[in-house]
């Protein structure tokens, strides 16, 4: 990978939850290339072990646990043998999160049929356990592990919390009303965090990524013939890059905020990189 800036990470270590998915793999990669030493957090341990044997193949020095990021007890776990083997956390990304197609309407628009239909997912049918375990997941997910984190960085000379946001934070899309909700809380709780931890040295900013192939949404904005489906047809006409973002193109602003002599004063943002999406009205 071509790194956008010549940054030294050289005793920095970075934890990464959701750090074997595709946009949380290549921060890990990235951060790894700079000289950091990178804790790559998720749940499925083979696709940890690929992130860090890619990392470690190249020269770069990587860590995987297998840790579910709703559960405080194992997190607390997981800390305490990062601290003994790695060393302890300045840069903590926390990219855990996803959807689920309980959370999800059918249409993008409510119908007399939808309503009579058995066979569609209105909101009115939205499963009550999988809006609750989304919330989970994004929010519980990324407050978790900053409670267990973040106390190794208090008074520390530098660190920083990268949250990850979404363009579903600004503007909610059709059909996914209760990941795009989730999306806003990690927005405000990043303002909350920069407040709160202000005066012990910690910086907490995110990143929002827009439109990213990724595997939680591959099926959903590509065809089987790898054509782009209506659905993604209609983000590339609101996206005046037309385009979909690559994986790479999140390091620059993701190096920016951690490095703090290009960021020290950067407290409390929230940062779209979405190809002109927030911007465009549509006319």
């Not at 990324?142 to 579903?168: E, G, R, W, Y």
């Not at 602003?253 to 950067?266: D, G, Q």
Request: net charge negative.
């Amino acid at each position: 990978m071509e790194l956008p800036y010549n940054i030294n990470f050289e005793e920095k270590v970075a934890v990464v939850t959701g750090g074997s998915g595709v946009l949380g793999s290549t921060m890990c990669k990235a951060l790894a290339q700079a000289g950091a030493k990178v804790v790559v957090l998720a749940r499925n341990e083979e696709k940890i072990n690929d992130v860090v044997e890619k990392i470690e193949a190249v020269g770069g020095q990587a860590f995987g646990y297998s840790v579910d990021v709703l559960d405080k007890k194992k997190l607390e776990e997981v800390h305490d043998k990062i601290k003994a083997e790695v060393g302890l956390c300045n840069i903590l990304i926390n990219g855990a999160g996803g959807n689920a197609p309980g959370a999800t309407t059918s249409h993008e628009c409510l119908s007399l049929e939808d309503v009579q239909s058995d066979g569609e997912q209105s909101f009115f049918d939205l499963q009550e356990d999988a809006v609750g375990k989304l919330f989970e997941l994004n929010f519980l997910g990324t407050l978790l592990p900053t409670q267990v984190f973040a106390k190794d960085m208090v008074d520390m000379d530098d660190a920083t919390i990268i949250n990850v946001s979404s363009m579903n934070a600004y503007q909610p899309l059709t059909k996914i009303p209760a990941y795009s909700a989730a999306k806003a809380s990690i927005s405000n709780f990043t303002q909350w965090l920069a407040v709160y931890f202000s005066k012990v040295g910690i910086r907490v900013n995110a990143i929002a990524p827009g439109f990213f192939l990724t595997e939680q949404n591959r099926g959903l904005l590509l065809k089987e013939g790898g054509e782009y489906s209506d659905r993604a047809e209609k983000i590339i006409c609101q996206t005046p890059m037309e385009r979909f973002g690559e994986a790479e193109e999140l390091i620059g602003t993701l190096f920016w905020l951690v490095n703090k002599k290009a960021s020290s004063f950067v407290n409390g943002v929230v940062i779209p990189i979405d190809g002109g999406f927030s911007a465009y009205s549509g006319v």
